[in-house]
């Protein structure tokens, strides 16, 4: 029997046989499933996704450069020694629910439960709960390792397949899919609407083709979604990704809509007064954590950050689709939290300058079912719910980057204090690992050319920053164009 991941799913195209291009594509519900899914990944889960697809683009510049800086990066520098697998490989805050689309595009590993070796002092110190971790070895607070890996027990929901509905979006119903990745009901009043949007009045201009697409072409959809406003005609007519336009110039400041977070974080730029461009910046880790926090936020979040206008390619598309299927009672409850998602429980920092919260931890319970398999009759289980288990205790998860016994809340992922150069294109560096003198070398401008700003990074600045790390190679030059404005209105010596 194959695997869920060799499982294909059918989709019909609708091409333009003299342009050569896909007008628009029919699917079922479950490929949309998917689709939606995409929101959900966390931007470091993508950055590891695309990287295995070979191109010549490399989507998402800034957020790639912050990934492997991480990649990069010794436990030397880290709270914890689970920060890194933290950061390279976020949980997504829906990870459930995509584990039930009919092809699973998250190759992160599932979520594990771990409790302590000595069972009568994984105790939490407030509550006297038993104390669980999502990482295998990570301490207790009576000092042991948590290294007792306890399987979830699976709950089976009765009303998950209720009227046929799927994981985001309700009904039977076929859908209609844009080239640009705008998804709708599949009816004959869209039909129309799209072909008249495109300028098509003949129908024998349209040739349909079925085909079978698997996990391949799903990951080629995402790739070329996030650079391209014609992603179905790239994956599917192999032509070279017509990337959007998005020039740094081109790009507005974002202001945020309501002042929610009056934080800021002083960092010191280095501007080069010849080329007008930031060069790098000294940072404490307080702000290399904020800037880390970006590969722990979903894609979908990101979009609503910047105000349904990321220039990802089509993806604000895919988002506003769900927008549009939710007034009209095509989503799911579940698909209704597409739209206001949050980092994954114990994801979130301190130095969060962003107004995104941190999903609540599950409700887990410790307890015993009936076991044939096991010597004794009975097996310990995890589960989300306390009516399958006998002698159920509730658990209380903790934070790995938090020391043992400690309960601090919204911590971080750098160890503190710690100094770091950010280059203008997000690539970070600490300077515990270079020397300060050789990396000015290697920049090969006179000293007489640098000029020191010290900037305060709040929400407007993190805004801009999120949004040029996700399309710019100069990243801090376009967030903190105000710093080089007021160098080139300096008057020479």
Not at 140 to 169: P, Q
Not at 255 to 271: A, L, M, Y
Request: charged share 25%; proline share 4%; hydrophobic share 40%.
């Amino acid at each position: 029997m194959a695997s869920r991941q060799d499982q294909t799913l059918p989709l019909k195209l609708f091409i333009d046989k003299e342009k050569q291009c896909v007008v628009m594509a029919e699917a079922r519900r479950e490929f949309v499933d998917i689709l939606f899914s995409f929101l959900t990944l966390p931007m470091g889960t993508i950055i590891r996704l695309v990287s295995k697809q070979q191109s010549a683009q490399q989507p998402l510049p800034g957020i790639n450069n912050l990934y492997q800086s991480v990649n990069k990066l010794g436990t030397v520098d880290l709270r914890s020694e689970f920060c890194k697998r933290m950061l390279l490989f976020p949980r997504n805050p829906c990870e459930t629910l995509c584990t039930k689309t009919k092809i699973v595009v998250d190759d992160t590993e599932p979520t594990k439960y771990s409790l302590c070796s000595n069972d009568h002092c994984s105790r939490n110190r407030n509550g006297g709960e038993k104390l669980v971790s999502f990482f295998l070895d990570a301490r207790c607070s009576c000092g042991k390792l948590m290294d007792r890996d306890v399987d979830e027990l699976e709950n089976k929901n009765v009303n998950e397949e209720k009227n046929g509905d799927g994981v985001f979006v309700k009904g039977a119903a076929m859908f209609l899919i844009s080239d640009d990745l705008e998804i709708m009901p599949n009816s004959l009043g869209n039909s129309v609407t799209l072909l008249v949007k495109h300028d098509y009045r003949d129908f024998n201009q349209l040739k349909e083709v079925s085909l079978n697409v698997g996990l391949k072409e799903i990951l080629d959809i995402l790739k070329h979604a996030l650079i391209s406003n014609s992603t179905l005609t790239d994956v599917f007519l192999k032509k070279a990704a017509t990337k959007v336009e998005c020039l740094d110039s081109h790009l507005t400041k974002l202001e945020p809509k309501v002042t929610s977070n009056d934080k800021k974080i002083d960092i010191k730029v280095i501007v080069s007064k010849s080329k007008t461009k930031i060069l790098y910046a000294d940072a404490s880790e307080e702000f290399v954590d904020f800037l880390f926090s970006f590969l722990t936020i979903p894609l979908g979040s990101v979009i609503k950050l910047l105000g349904g206008n990321s220039f990802l390619g089509c993806l604000d598309n895919l988002y506003k689709s769900v927008e549009n299927l939710m007034n009209s009672s095509w989503c799911t409850e579940s698909g209704s939290m597409l739209l206001n998602l949050g980092v994954a429980s114990k994801y979130s920092c301190q130095s969060q300058l962003l107004n995104i919260h941190e999903e609540n931890p599950p409700q887990l319970y410790y307890g015993i079912v009936m076991d044939r398999n096991s010597m004794w009759g009975w097996s310990g289980k995890i589960s989300k719910t306390d009516d399958a288990l006998e002698e159920t205790e509730p658990l209380t998860l903790i934070d790995p980057r938090c020391p043992p016994g400690q309960a601090v809340a919204y911590v971080g992922f750098m160890k503190k204090p710690a100094l770091f150069v950010v280059d203008d294109d997000l690539q970070v560096t600490p300077l515990s690992s270079t020397s300060s003198i050789s990396f000015l070398k290697k920049l090969s401008i006179s000293l007489e050319d640098f000029e020191e700003q010290v900037v305060g990074i709040g929400e407007k600045e993190a805004l801009n920053l999120l949004r040029a790390s996700l399309t710019s190679n100069s990243v801090l030059s376009f967030s903190l164009a105000d710093i080089l404005k007021r160098v080139r209105c300096k008057p020479p010596p």
